[in-house]
């Protein structure tokens, strides 16, 4: 177990180094953005209704494989419940097929499950995937590359704010979690009001006995009011991605007249 940890921490410290996707964050506010991963039935049920009746759109990171399955964080629908995020108003992004390991899996293996997930979703007629999530938030220097060659970011579960230089394929996070395990939330929504930045928080299942990846109904609810209350922009990952490559884009061309 030891040996693990420190191979695994050595290992993201290398690929923290290269094949960076650098984009400078310049909002002039706090932004928001709240996820769900391998979205049991609850993120959408539940979580799904809380976040529309606030007029907030979600990121459900989807891992089709796992599709009619019981996880740690709950039963998984049937692909078409899965699809139903997206008529909804939120955006589905990739979370590799198979559940897969990015840090430990070859580049094939990786680029093979990334290819399936995403031959899923075009067989369900949704939009192709342009965001994605490490499975168990681990990466390594294969990982990130081949994750980056098809999509526009990649989230892990590294808890921070994201500003200034971020690089879009070892996007920070924070977890809202009900039963332990989860950081005091209050401090990051503090240091996000006194400095701007981008807060991704990212959960699996919404319910009254959420398992210990997951969260209340409550907590959800109560995270919500306090991003309103500071008034951040609650965007999807790929609304905020969009933003900040465009920005970049401008920021560029402005600087080539001068």
Known sequence: MIISSVRQK??????RLVDR????FRFAHPVISFTFDDYPCSALDVGGRILESEGISGTYYTAFGLAETDTAAGAVG???????????????ACHTY????????SADEVA?????????AR???LPPFSNFAYPFGHYGVTGKRIAMQSYASARTV????????????LLKSVPIYSRGG??????????LQSCNGWLIFYTHDVSERPSPYGCTPSKLKSVIRRAREMGASVLPVGAVVDKLRKDQVANAARTNLV
């Open 182 to 191: 989860s950081p005091r939330l209050a401090l990051y929504l503090d240091e």
């Open 98 to 105: 198979d559940h897969l390991d990015c840090m430990t899996a």
């Open 123 to 125: 067989g369900l007629g």
């Open 10 to 15: 050595f290992t993201e410290s290398i690929a």
């Open 78 to 92: 049937r692909l078409g419940d899965l699809a139903a995020c997206v008529a909804r108003g939120h955006e589905i």
């Open 158 to 169: 590294t808890w921070g704010v994201n500003r200034g230089n971020v690089d879009l394929a």
């Open 112 to 120: 093979l499950s990334l290819a399936r997930n995403q031959g899923v």
């Open 21 to 24: 996707h650098v984009v400078p």
